[in-house]
C-alpha cells in the first residue's frame, strides 16, 4: 500500500499514520479480512503492492488508535489487552487480536470509534460476526467467554439531532451488547468463511458487502426544497404523483453501493464495481 498526502498534512500526522504498527502476525487471515468480503480481500492481497490510499483517508484510523491507546492507559482492571491469538482452520491460520478480556467475568469488549451510520443494525452485524470470531478464538485457547459488548464512541454525534430524530442514540458513548453465538455456531460461520476466502483466492466471487442503499422516489412540490414524501417503490409513487395533482413532480433516487464508491480500496481493480458504474452511468444519461 502506498500512502500519498494530497492535502499537503502536517509531518507529523503523516508520520503517525505511516508509522502504523498494525501487524496482523504470521497468518493466513486476520478475523477482520475473515469476516470481510471475500472478494474485496482476494483483490487486497492480489493488488497489494498498487493499492494506493491518501493519509487524510486514514485520519478516523489515527484517531481510533489513540483512544485505544489512552483507555488502555487509564485501565487498571485486571484484564487481558490486547492480546493476539490464532487457531488453524482447513490448513488456514486465523489470527485476531481483542481489545479487552476480563477473565474473572469471561467479559470480551471491543472499543469501536465509528460513525452514527454504523450503530444502525448492519455494522452492528459485522461487529456481531467479528466479536463472536474473536470469543472462539478465546475458547479454543480454553478461556470461558460469557458476554460480548462492544462499547463505541460516535465521532460525529450531533446534541441537536439527539433531541429531535427517533432511533438516535441519545449518547456519544455507548454500551451495546452483543449476542453471543454457541461455539456450534461459531465454528460452522468460520469453517464456511475460511472456505469461501480460499475459493475467492482462484475465482473471485460475487461481492455482497457492498453497503447498498435502496432506490427511492421523492414527492416534490414546486417552490419547495424538501420532498413532501419519500417512497420506496415506484406503484405507491406514481399514486401519490396522481393523487397530489398539479406543481408536484417526482424525483427518483438512485440506490447506491456507498461502499464501493467511497470506501473500497480496490474499486480500481473491481470488475464488478466497473460494470455497475457502467450501468448507473448509463441510467443518469439516459433520464438526464
Ligand atoms: S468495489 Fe464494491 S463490489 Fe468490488 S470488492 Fe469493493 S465493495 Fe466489493
Not at 13 to 26: F, H, R
Not at 37 to 60: F, G, M, N, T, Y
Amino acid at each position: 500500500m502506498k500512502l500519498t498526502n494530497i492535502f499537503s498534512l502536517p509531518d507529523a500526522i503523516v508520520k503517525a499514520i505511516a508509522n502504523d504498527s498494525y501487524n496482523a502476525g504470521p497468518c493466513d487471515i486476520s478475523c477482520t479480512r475473515l469476516v470481510d468480503s471475500p472478494r474485496k480481500v482476494a483483490l487486497e492481497v492480489q493488488h497489494a503492492k498498487d493499492l494506493v490510499e491518501d493519509v487524510s483517508d486514514r485520519i478516523w484510523s489515527l484517531f481510533g488508535q489513540s483512544i485505544h491507546t489512552i483507555l488502555e492507559r487509564a485501565d487498571s482492571t485486571p484484564a487481558l489487552k490486547e492480546n493476539r491469538l490464532t487457531m488453524t482452520r482447513q490448513n488456514w491460520v486465523i489470527s485476531g487480536q481483542f481489545d479487552r478480556f476480563v477473565v474473572a467475568d469471561g467479559l470480551l469488549q471491543e472499543y469501536k470509534t465509528t460513525s452514527v451510520f454504523a450503530v444502525k443494525d448492519e455494522c452492528r452485524q459485522s461487529w456481531q460476526t467479528q466479536m463472536n470470531v474473536l470469543a472462539h478464538l478465546l475458547r479454543e485457547h480454553g478461556y470461558t467467554v460469557v458476554k460480548l459488548q462492544v462499547c463505541a464512541i460516535l465521532r460525529d454525534w450531533r446534541r441537536s439531532q439527539a433531541d429531535r430524530t427517533q432511533d438516535y442514540p441519545i449518547s456519544p458513548v455507548l454500551t451495546i451488547d452483543i449476542p453471543l453465538w454457541t461455539p456450534e455456531k461459531a465454528e460452522d460461520w468460520i469453517d464456511t468463511a475460511v472456505r469461501k476466502h480460499q475459493a475467492a483466492r482462484t475465482e473471485l466471487p460475487e461481492c455482497e458487502d457492498r453497503w447498498e442503499t435502496p432506490t427511492t422516489y421523492a414527492l416534490m412540490r414546486t417552490g419547495r426544497k424538501t420532498a413532501v414524501r419519500v417512497y420506496d417503490n415506484q406503484i405507491d409513487a406514481d399514486n401519490a404523483l396522481v393523487a397530489a395533482g398539479p406543481n408536484h413532480e417526482l424525483i427518483c433516487r438512485r440506490g447506491r453501493n456507498l461502499r464501493c464508491e467511497q470506501y473500497c480500496s480496490v474499486r480500481d481493480y473491481c470488475t464488478q464495481y466497473q460494470s455497475y458504474a457502467q450501468t448507473a452511468e448509463k441510467e443518469m444519461s439516459t433520464s438526464a
